[in-house]
């Protein structure tokens, strides 16, 4: 199995999430703790706005169709996340998020 990558606020964030998480695998820290290190020490997910979200999908070279059907939405909900009566949140976002930083191939 690939091991998974993981984006890191900083050089230190990494060096100390990676020695409490060999704590975790020891039974030394709970998952809560683990958890907790996981939210200080991983990147958040950047929020994208209406036009981000437009700007993919075009940079992209598909519909809101094809976006609806990666992400397993409607294309109605593509619509008003373009438009921004709606915002991406939790899976969504995080997907979306995906897409931009290695583009289309990355989800499907």
């Known amino acids: 199995m690939a091991k998974k990558t993981k984006k890191y606020r900083s050089k230190i964030a990494e060096a100390v999430h990676e ?13 809560k703790t ?16 209406a036009r981000d ?6 940079r992209e070279g598909i519909s809101q169709a094809v976006l609806a ?8 909900q ?17 997907l979306l998020c995906l897409i931009e930083e290695k583009g289309l191939e990355a989800v499907l």
Do not use: P, W
């Not at 020695?19 to 998952?31: A, I, P, T």
């Not at 683990?34 to 706005?49: I, K, N, W, Y």
């Not at 593509?78 to 995080?94: C, D, F, P, V």
């Open 19 to 31: 020695g409490v998480y060999g704590m975790r695998r020891l039974g030394l820290v709970d998952k």
């Open 69 to 76: 059907r990666c992400l397993n939405l409607t294309t109605g």
């Open 53 to 58: 979200i437009q700007a993919l999908r075009k």
């Open 34 to 49: 683990m958890r907790e290190f996981d939210v200080r020490c991983l990147t958040a997910v950047d929020d994208l706005s």
């Open 78 to 94: 593509i619509s008003q996340l373009e438009r921004g009566a709606k915002h991406a949140r939790g899976a969504t976002l995080k």
